[in-house]
């Protein structure tokens, strides 16, 4: 009997719909990475463990179905949470959703969630419950143009946002705030980014205060200047 999916068993395959076997507890890395016509995944109750990247990158995949009977992992219209819907995990890129309702509740976007959705438009206003935002959550979202918290903790982890063509506004108001490493990399468009509250890691600094402005800096899309005192336009470097 198969308990494990491994690593890349299944990327790019070919199959349009995929039943995962009764008795696999593990789905392993890139399992179904990439699987250019994938439109459907059904999981049964013997898993309990999914890599964050199964099912990365399958432009065409529209539901991951959960057994009801699976104690570890549930699915919301077809969309891949934890079993108390606090985690969501996967959102397969062919999925309707409205981001306000799909995020209500939810405390963790797991690594790669969004990766790569052209469905996110316009701006973004995430829900007081949200406090952390995985590794590549929104990575290659080319459609947001604006990210608004508000929390009292705030955890932005490596490369969340980066690639988000389109990103010009980023604004987050809370008691305690974390970004990663590269979180806002890569957004050409980025024009603001304001921040409120106590920033408590920084890549290669650890600033505290009680309001922090940053802005692009001019020679480069992919840096910020931060300032930890209100200035205005002609005080940029």
């Not at 590549?136 to 988000?164: A, M, P, R, W, Y």
Request: negative net charge; glycine residues 6%; contains cysteine.
């Amino acid at each position: 009997e198969t308990k494990y999916i491994s690593n890349y068993a299944f990327f790019r395959c070919n199959a349009d719909s995929i039943t995962i076997p009764d008795g696999v507890e593990t789905i392993g890395d890139f399992s179904f990475g990439w699987c250019p016509n994938l439109r459907e995944i059904n999981i049964p109750s013997s898993v309990n463990k999914i890599s964050d990247t199964a099912f990365i990158g399958c432009q065409k995949l529209e539901k991951i179905n959960v057994d009801n009977e699976n104690l570890c992992y549930s699915d919301k219209c077809g969309i891949l949470f934890n079993k108390d819907l606090s985690t969501l995990i996967c959102v397969p890129l062919k999925a309707s959703f409205k981001i306000d309702e799909l995020l209500s509740g939810v405390e963790m976007l797991g690594v790669g969630a969004f990766y790569s959705n052209k469905r996110i438009m316009g701006n973004i206003k995430f829900p007081v419950s949200i406090k952390s935002v995985g590794h590549d959550c929104f990575c290659n979202c080319d459609n947001i143009t604006g990210v608004e918290f508000n929390s009292s903790n705030v955890d932005l982890h490596e490369c969340c946002f980066e690639k988000c063509k389109q990103l010009r506004s980023v604004i987050i108001k809370a008691t305690n705030i974390s970004l990663g490493k590269s979180c806002f990399s890569k957004d050409t468009e980025l024009e603001y980014v304001s921040i409120s509250g106590s920033l408590n890691v920084l890549p290669e600094s650890i600033i505290s205060s009680t309001t922090i402005t940053c802005f692009p800096s001019k020679e480069s899309s992919k840096s910020f200047t931060i300032f930890t005192t209100p200035l205005d336009f002609e005080s940029f470097p």
